[in-house]
């Protein structure tokens, strides 16, 4: 499977897969991506800064994900709890897998794929949040080795879980 940066060729399939995704969480009674979040404007400047990554197998796109190393303003303050590092960290956002590969172990691929990239950059922990309700991405967070730290408050003020995974090498 080959992980590289997205491009505007990408677009239509990335879309899908944040529909996709939505209709999961909403079918799963997550209030998560309902309210048009992220949007194809979002995800295009995700492209255009470079943080847009996807998988793909031999014949198509299968997941993706946004991968930052720039400071995350919102984890800058975390409450019930405190970060296991306080140097530089990679951020996970807006992954989503592609239906047909749900359950197949391509979340974990994903993970190992970022942690891979974050290593390329000499960064040593990983940082990811998500919503309480949000269990499966909770379960593949967990299951991926990563520590819950506490409580993370988005710009609009909505609370989400944090996690963060250090390695070294």
Not at 135 to 163: N, P, T, V, W
């Amino acid at each position: 499977m080959l992980f590289r940066k997205a491009n505007f060729e990408d677009m239509p399939v990335m879309m899908l897969l944040i529909e996709q995704a939505q209709a999961f969480l909403q079918g799963s009674h997550v209030d998560q991506w309902q309210n048009g979040y992220p949007s194809q404007d979002i995800i295009e400047q995700d492209i255009i800064n470079g943080n847009a990554w996807v998988l793909e197998n031999d014949t198509m796109l299968i997941a993706l994900a946004i991968v930052a190393f720039d400071i995350e303003p919102t984890y800058l303050q975390i409450y019930n709890g405190a970060w296991l590092t306080c140097g530089d960290y990679a951020v996970i956002h807006r992954l989503a897998v592609h239906d047909q590969w749900k359950g197949k172990g391509i979340g974990a691929l994903l993970f190992e794929k970022i942690e891979n990239l974050a290593k390329t950059q000499n960064i040593q922990a990983i940082r990811v949040d998500t919503h309480q309700d949000n269990l499966a991405m909770q379960k593949l967070i967990l299951k991926s080795g990563y520590h819950y730290c506490g409580e993370i408050f988005l710009a609009d003020g909505h609370q989400r879980l944090a996690y963060e995974k250090v390695f070294f090498y």
